[in-house]
């Protein structure tokens, strides 16, 4: 019986499967490549896009350079105060006086920069130390925490944009923000904070929140009476003195404390102060001597 050689069939399917596997390996690289190329192009057009928009932003940013010498006749914080007012069928209010620093008593002054900036003379316009404090807060207790915004940035925004919390107005701030810290001295910086920021309904300017709230001049505001303005400042329009909220109670006594503790005041001046704060809100809460401001 003649044998019959041995068939290659095995083999040649086995040459197609190895064929086959690889082909199917090179089209499963082809589709992780081009996904990953698409996935590519796709950030760097959103890098150009943001690109663009700071480009387009920066080309239309306000001169600063005339607030050297200048004072602002209005802020779009007021026009959007006014335009809120006239929506409501109320009549527009604008109370504001321009004074000077040397026209501040210098404890008031010291109590907003503690309060809103303390890091002020340090930073350039964004206080990144601050910035990661605020984001290490939020994550800490899964919500969004305290701002982190800096004295030039709140001036930026009260002077040139809105109070929405859109990020597009957050990069407008931060872009203004620095034209302010490099155009204006830190000094100018802060008189103009002082002068335009929201003290209560109508009220700008810390001339105007003194005689608003104590009726007397910047210049004459006790330790007590400082520290009240600068803890009215996260909620101008709701923490008022008039209402005596334990709120503005508790931040007053904790701007104090720092302000004793930053050798700002003396101790003996810290004591009445805060002694000035009992007799105007009342019996002094626990929570009131130990709490931080937020």
């Known amino acids: 019986m003649t044998s019959r050689p041995p068939s290659v069939r095995p083999s040649h399917v086995r040459m ?8 199917g390996a090179r089209r499963v690289v082809g589709k992780r ?7 590519g192009r796709w950030v760097l057009g959103g890098w150009l896009m943001l690109a663009l928009w ?37 009549r527009p209010r604008a109370r504001q006086a321009w004074v000077s620093l040397g026209a501040v008593a210098p404890h008031a002054v010291d109590a907003v920069l503690i309060s809103e900036d303390a890091r002020f003379y340090k930073h350039e316009g964004v206080d990144w130390t601050e910035v990661e404090n605020a984001f290490e807060q939020s994550v800490r207790e899964a919500r969004l925490g305290r701002g982190a915004s800096t004295l030039t940035q709140q001036l930026a925004k009260n002077l040139y944009l809105s109070t ?30 002082l002068n335009v920021v929201e003290w209560g309904e109508g009220v700008y300017g810390i001339e105007a929140a003194a005689r608003e709230h104590f009726g007397l001049s ?4 006790s330790v007590a009476q400082g520290a009240m303005l600068a803890a009215m400042l996260p909620a101008p329009r709701r923490w008022l003195p008039a209402q005596r909220p334990e709120t503005l109670r508790t931040r007053a006594g ?12 003396s101790g003996a001046q810290a004591r009445e102060a805060q002694a000035e704060l009992s007799r105007f809100f009342g019996e002094p809460s626990e929570s009131g001597l130990v709490a931080e401001a937020s």
């Open 218 to 221: 910047a210049r004459s505001l």
């Open 16 to 23: 197609q499967k190895t064929k086959q596997s690889s082909s």
């Open 54 to 90: 700071l480009g387009v932003e920066f080309a239309r940013m306000p001169d600063v350079s005339s607030l050297r010498t200048q004072n602002p006749r209005t802020t779009a914080l007021m026009d959007q105060r006014a335009e809120e007012a006239l929506e409501a069928g109320r």
């Open 254 to 265: 904790v701007i104090i404390g720092r302000l004793e503790r930053e050798r700002r005041i």
């Open 164 to 193: 929405d919390r859109s990020l597009l107005r957050k990069g407008k701030e931060l872009l203004i923000a620095r034209q302010l810290e490099d155009r204006l001295s830190k000094q100018r910086i802060l008189a103009l904070y």
């Open 33 to 39: 490549s081009g996904s990953g190329s698409r996935w």
